[in-house]
């Protein structure tokens, strides 16, 4: 979705609000700063060669808060009413690129935070159905097993999760097949993120909650992160 179309979006959605209780009750997009998703060469990664059904994580919209970039093998052209924990509603618009089949979320999840560090993960896309984990295709935590749809906005399927992982916007630039982020929707954590983990993560090295750079470095899951928890 190009930066026009948000702004048009937003005010759309003001204005289709009409309603004082319904404009209240909407999450609007939150635009940051456009960050060019680029692979671990620093090439900017092409929509065309993200593999599918594959845990790629980048960080946005700062430079500590992990996101999923996941290609999920088919289109996902079907918008999705959510709601955050707070009870504001939004529509998710589905998938991008050249077949619609590109979405990102934040991978931090929204029971108790558990994210994808390098030394660990409880929480990644599994595509196939596990003893704890009765759906197929789903992000699962297994820290306390909430699962997400990632392709109706991570949509919580089970779980103590009380809304959907934030959504990252993405845009898609036809003529170059290149993919940028550009903002979120839905319930960011991020405020609570930094509160549970400020220290941790200074104690690590860099700025917590320094923004994202203009590119941000796109890595497979297992490259990025020693060991993955399984469930
Ligand atoms: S932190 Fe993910 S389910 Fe509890």
């Not at 749809?149 to 949509?155: I, S």
Request: aromatic share 8%; hydrophobic share 40%; with cysteine.
């Amino acid at each position: 979705m190009q930066r026009r179309e948000f702004v048009k979006f937003c005010a759309a959605s003001a204005a289709a609000a009409g309603a004082p209780a319904v404009a209240a009750a909407d999450a609007l997009p939150t635009l940051y700063g456009r960050a060019r998703l680029v692979g671990e060469n620093g090439a900017p990664l092409k929509a065309a060669a993200v593999p599918a059904e594959r845990n790629l994580i980048f960080h946005y919209p700062f430079a500590a808060t992990p996101c999923f970039l996941l290609n999920l093998g088919r289109p996902v052209k079907a918008s999705a009413r959510l709601v955050t924990a707070d009870q504001r509603s939004y529509e998710w618009k589905g998938g991008v690129g050249p077949r619609l089949s590109i979405v990102a979320y934040s991978a931090i999840c929204a029971h108790q935070l558990a994210y994808p560090t390098r030394e660990i993960s409880f929480i990644s896309y599994r595509r196939e159905k596990s003893a704890r984990n009765k759906f197929a295709n789903v992000i699962h935590c297994c820290a306390e097993h909430s699962q997400y749809d990632p392709a109706e906005g991570a949509r919580v399927l089970a779980g103590p999760a009380p809304q959907p992982l934030a959504a990252i916007l993405l845009e898609h630039d036809p003529k170059t097949d290149e993919l940028s982020a550009v903002g979120t929707l839905g319930g960011e954590m991020f405020n609570q993120f930094f509160a549970k983990y400020e220290m941790k993560l200074a104690l690590e090295g860099g700025a917590p909650r320094a923004t994202a750079d203009t590119t941000s470095v796109v890595h497979e899951l297992e490259n990025y992160c020693r060991q993955q928890v399984r469930c």
